[in-house]
């Protein structure tokens, strides 16, 4: 080692001081922004447990109207099996008064049936809706806690390389080769 190598190697202490400092008020703010980025995960799953309920409720109420569509559907295929036979109908055509008065009957109640299948219709697509909505909210939480997580990951790793350049800073210390 020649004299010359030596003293470059040892830098003004007012240079290094500044350097100290930088690299301290590097890390506190790389420490700051990875304290950001655990809260968000901390918030980005507090938030997916109040989803994950709401979830459940909006399966609980498609469960529900699917069902009452369904019942209602059955109901108005079973009346359509139980429709008057060809006598009625026979009957009916020659204006028996009480065939007439059973095939209008059955007619009605068909209406009625078929207007009860319809009437369920609007609640099974809100309630799909309603679903969707929370599936693709779940799904943006999900990925914002996985960009938080990455973020975290980064930023750790930020934070050890800012502490051992500093630690190679501190008088005393050797720098690391």
């Given at each position: 080692m020649t004299a010359e190598n030596t003293t470059e190697n040892q830098e003004d202490p007012g240079v290094l001081r500044a350097r100290r400092t930088a690299l301290a008020d590097r890390l506190a703010a790389l420490r700051d922004s990875a304290n950001a980025a655990y809260a968000a995960i901390s918030g980005a799953e507090a938030e997916l447990?109040?989803?994950?309920?709401?979830?459940?409720?909006?399966?609980?109420?498609?469960?529900?109207?699917?069902?009452?569509?369904?019942?209602?559907?059955?109901?108005?295929?079973?009346?359509?099996?139980?429709r008057p036979g060809a006598l009625a109908q026979l009957a009916s055509t020659l204006r028996a008064p009480r065939a007439v008065g059973q095939l209008a009957r059955w007619r009605q109640q068909q209406a009625a049936l078929d207007a009860a299948v319809t009437a369920a219709d609007p609640p099974v697509a809100a309630a799909r809706r309603a679903l969707a909505e929370v599936r693709e909210e779940f799904a943006a939480q999900v990925r914002a806690r996985g960009e938080a997580a990455t973020a975290l990951r980064r930023l750790t790793a930020q934070c050890a390389a800012a502490q051992a350049e500093l630690a190679a800073c501190l008088p005393g210390d050797v720098p690391p080769q």
């Open positions: 447990a109040v989803i994950a309920a709401e979830r459940v409720t909006a399966e609980r109420a498609l469960r529900e109207a699917v069902t009452e569509r369904a019942a209602a559907a059955r109901s108005a295929a079973a009346h359509q099996r139980a």
